[in-house]
């Protein structure tokens, strides 16, 4: 299991220094898990902007949903929320059943494209992936991670 602590290192590391080598996690014999596959727990992120929504009632209306869809989650596996951090104790006000939310700067809700990604290797080990390495690689596929 992964925890804050290493998390944060991680991605902290790879956004601190990255022109530093990394390996390639293919190489490493690191793959991207599918997403049908078991894990270990579900990452999301809190809604940030009123803007994108079209005003802060509408924000909350968002903000509701994806608090409720994070508690109904976090019944069955454990949930990270991650969230701006002057907006991290509105975020653990909305959601319930341990519910983890860590403070960091996020755009908006779409952790898909912009939250942490792991890859997988047959030992059951996990590293974070620097995407923002890739920029400019011959694929976008392409993937570097540290240990």
Known sequence: MISKRTFLGGVGSLLASPARAASSAKAAGFRMPLESEPHERTF??????????????????????????ASTIARFEPVVLLARPEQADDARAWVKNGVEVWPLE???LWCRDSGPTFVV??????????????????????????G
């Open 121 to 146: 290797n047959e030992a059951a080990s996990s590293r974070p992936v620097n995407w923002a390495s890739t920029v400019g690689a011959k694929s976008s596929r392409m993937m570097t991670t540290r």
């Open 106 to 108: 996020v755009q908006d």
């Open 44 to 69: 999301m992120q809190w809604p940030a902007i009123a803007s994108i929504y079209g005003s802060q009632a509408d924000l909350d209306a968002v903000r509701e949903k994806i608090a409720l869809i």
